[in-house]
């Protein structure tokens, strides 16, 4: 004959107790969006060590250089920098490359700027290597002997920021596909770039900076 045992209640323990309690609230805060849920994709990073081709970066100074353009003084943004191909083989270099104030205006690197600008501008730096924008999209070979040498060129329409930040694409061919609103109705598919960031601190009013290169504050690759 089989005994049967009195029936005990399951008691929790104190921990036991604000464990539970504890998990609640958490999914209620869920719930109500002020925690976020662990099923949002975080923004995609770059790779720690490169996946696909890159070449090797130098960038040089960022300075301000004012040009006489139809009888007015103008002031423009300029930067210097010098790719090799290290990686091997035949590689196309197209930069693409964007300056950003902190008011986030974002402007295209030789857009609005003469070829006379681009001159005047290239003849003060004095190197017979020194390739424009346009001039430079070409196939590197590798090796340091094939090293190029560029500038990027963009009008100053904010002589008052206070930080600018150069977005510098071509330089990788890793990219990485990224979906915004994924279950919503309307999702959106970006495809996004390894790209070398340069931020730059330029306290005051530029204006009075002359040939004075910024201060380098961060650099470091993103995906944009």
Same mark, same amino acid.
């Given at each position: 004959?089989?005994?049967?045992?009195?029936?005990?209640?399951?008691?929790?323990?104190?921990?036991?107790?604000?464990?539970?309690?504890?998990?609640?609230?958490?999914? =209620?805060? *869920?719930?109500?969006?002020?925690?976020?849920?662990?099923?949002? =994709? =975080?923004?995609?990073?770059?790779?720690?060590?490169? *996946?696909?081709?890159?070449? *090797?970066?130098?960038?040089?100074?960022?300075?301000?250089?004012?040009?006489?353009?139809?009888?007015?003084?103008?002031?423009?943004?300029?930067? *210097?920098?010098? !790719?090799?191909?290290?990686?091997?083989?035949?590689?196309?270099?197209?930069?693409?490359? =964007?300056?950003?104030?902190?008011?986030?205006?974002?402007?295209?690197?030789?857009?609005?700027?003469?070829?006379? !600008?681009?001159? $005047?501008?290239?003849?003060?730096?004095?190197?017979?290597?020194?390739?424009?924008?346009?001039?430079?999209?070409?196939?590197?070979?590798?090796?340091?002997?094939?090293?190029?040498?560029?500038?990027?060129?963009?009008?100053?329409?904010?002589?008052?920021?206070?930080?600018?930040?150069?977005?510098?694409?071509?330089? &990788?061919? $890793?990219?990485?596909?990224?979906?915004?609103?994924?279950?919503?109705?309307?999702?959106?598919?970006?495809?996004?770039?390894?790209?070398?960031?340069?931020?730059? &601190?330029?306290?005051? $009013?530029?204006?009075?900076?002359?040939?004075?290169?910024? $201060?380098? !504050?961060?650099?470091?690759?993103?995906?944009?």
């Amino acid at each position: 004959m089989t005994r049967l045992l009195p029936h005990r209640p399951n008691r929790q323990t104190p921990l036991s107790r604000l464990r539970s309690c504890l998990v609640a609230a958490v999914c =209620a805060l *869920t719930l109500l969006g002020i925690v976020p849920s662990t099923t949002h =994709a =975080a923004a995609p990073e770059p790779s720690p060590v490169p *996946t696909q081709w890159e070449f *090797t970066f130098e960038p040089g100074p960022l300075r301000l250089a004012w040009v006489d353009v139809d009888g007015e003084h103008k002031p423009f943004f300029y930067l *210097t920098y010098r !790719v090799t191909n290290h990686w091997g083989g035949v590689k196309l270099f197209a930069p693409d490359v =964007a300056l950003m104030t902190d008011n986030s205006n974002v402007l295209r690197s030789g857009r609005d700027v003469s070829a006379a !600008v681009t001159e $005047e501008i290239m003849r003060r730096l004095d190197n017979p290597l020194l390739e424009s924008q346009i001039d430079i999209v070409s196939n590197v070979l590798e090796g340091v002997e094939h090293a190029r040498d560029g500038v990027v060129i963009w009008p100053a329409q904010d002589l008052l920021a206070d930080e600018v930040t150069v977005f510098f694409a071509g330089l &990788s061919g $890793e990219f990485q596909s990224y979906i915004v609103g994924r279950n919503t109705d309307n999702p959106q598919r970006y495809t996004l770039r390894k790209t070398m960031m340069l931020r730059y &601190s330029t306290p005051g $009013e530029l204006a009075r900076q002359g040939d004075k290169p910024f $201060e380098l !504050v961060e650099k470091r690759w993103v995906m944009r």
